[in-house]
């Protein structure tokens, strides 16, 4: 495995997303030989004052995760946020 001038981290993805913004790190172990990911909501709270949530996911569960993802964001878009009757167009 490559040492990319980190020890732990081995690819980051970052999103903003207005006030917020998200950040999916891929990580290894302290052995080096496992991954995990997190995934950090940073909010700033202040000029220099950031509010941080992070969540550690292990690849044992990455594959459950992405299925709950996946079919929650599609429940939202297709249940949830359906177009407004005056927006439909005939």
Partial sequence: MENNGYKDEIFTKRVRAGKRTYFFDVKSTKSEKDFYITITESKRVGDDEYEKHKIFLYKEDFEKFREALVET??????????????EKQD
Avoid: W
């Fill in 73 to 86: 964001v599609e429940h939202v878009q297709t249940q949830l946020l359906e177009i407004a009757p005056s």
